[in-house]
């Protein structure tokens, strides 16, 4: 059975926010098991595998934001699943729309460190052509 540290899911989420804050789906998808699923809402089916998450990381992150801050809060972790309670907020490009959301997320690892399910809840709120809060 895999287990996973509360001070690795801590390590694993500053990872997280260190490849979106920085626009790398390079990075990102190191975070991700070969075969990982990734619910962006839990109604969507999930992209599955490192390509499809690079293609959704590449059009956003990479792409379409700027300004990325990423903060986040450790809630749990219970054998291989963590949870964590995050924010962000980030500059649509070409818009220039300032975004922010408030989320949660949960995590399953594999034997490697690796997320292997990844599934997000989040509400967005984006005011209108001004990169200033």
């Known amino acids: 059975m895999t287990v996973i540290s509360m001070n690795e899911f801590e390590?694993?989420?500053?990872?997280y926010r260190d490849a979106w804050q920085s626009g790398d789906a390079q990075a990102a998808i190191e975070l991700?098991?070969?075969?990982?699923?990734?619910?962006?809402t839990p109604f969507d089916d999930p992209m599955v595998g490192r390509d499809a998450?690079?293609?959704?990381?590449?059009?956003g992150p990479e792409?379409?934001?700027q300004e990325v801050h990423f903060s986040h809060q450790a809630v749990a972790v219970v054998e291989s699943k963590?949870?964590?309670?995050?924010?962000?907020s980030f500059v649509r490009i070409p818009s220039g729309n300032q975004v922010e959301l408030d989320g949660f997320l949960a995590a399953k690892f594999d034997g490697t460190g690796k997320?292997?399910?990844?599934?997000?809840?989040?509400h967005r709120r984006e005011?209108?052509?001004?990169?200033?809060k």
């Open 11 to 15: 390590k694993w989420l500053e990872a």
């Open 32 to 40: 991700f098991s070969d075969d990982a699923e990734y619910y962006e």
């Open 53 to 59: 998450i690079q293609r959704y990381w590449s059009a």
């Open 63 to 65: 792409k379409s934001q």
């Open 82 to 88: 963590g949870l964590a309670q995050w924010q962000a």
């Open 115 to 122: 997320c292997s399910v990844f599934r997000e809840w989040w």
């Open 127 to 132: 005011r209108e052509g001004s990169s200033s």
